[in-house]
């Protein structure tokens, strides 16, 4: 059973960074695509970025160039690094597989301040 873990949210100033972190226990997450999703208040989940299992990247149109997602080498933590954050980017951050295939962690809170 695959329990995901987020950790890393918090209250930070526009154009500032954070990096979010994601386990798992129960499992590993070496052998898995992974991805961060968010959910801004009152809206969609919507997808944020993607790892393959060969490390191939790709992005939300509006994180490109911010954002960034990496796994260590164990592949047992995968990483978001969010730099010049925007108030828009205010939201729980989810990982799971790209097609969500496990169970939903309890997320992160990103908060942005002006």
């Known amino acids: 059973q695959v329990q995901l873990v987020e950790s890393g949210g918090g209250l930070v100033q526009a154009g500032g960074s954070l990096r979010l972190s994601c386990g798992s226990s129960?499992?590993?997450?070496?052998?898995?695509?992974m991805g961060w999703f968010r959910q801004a208040s009152g809206k969609k989940l919507e997808f944020g970025a993607s790892i393959g299992s060969t490390g191939t990247t790709n992005y939300a149109l509006d994180l490109k160039g911010r954002f960034s997602i990496s796994r260590d080498n164990a592949r047992t933590t995968v990483y978001l690094q969010m730099n010049r954050l925007k108030q828009e980017d205010k939201a729980v951050y989810y990982c799971?597989?790209?097609?969500?295939?496990?169970?939903w962690g309890q997320g992160t809170q990103v908060t942005v301040s002006s």
């Open positions: 129960g499992s590993t997450l070496s052998t898995y695509a």
């Open positions: 799971n597989t790209p097609k969500q295939h496990w169970a």
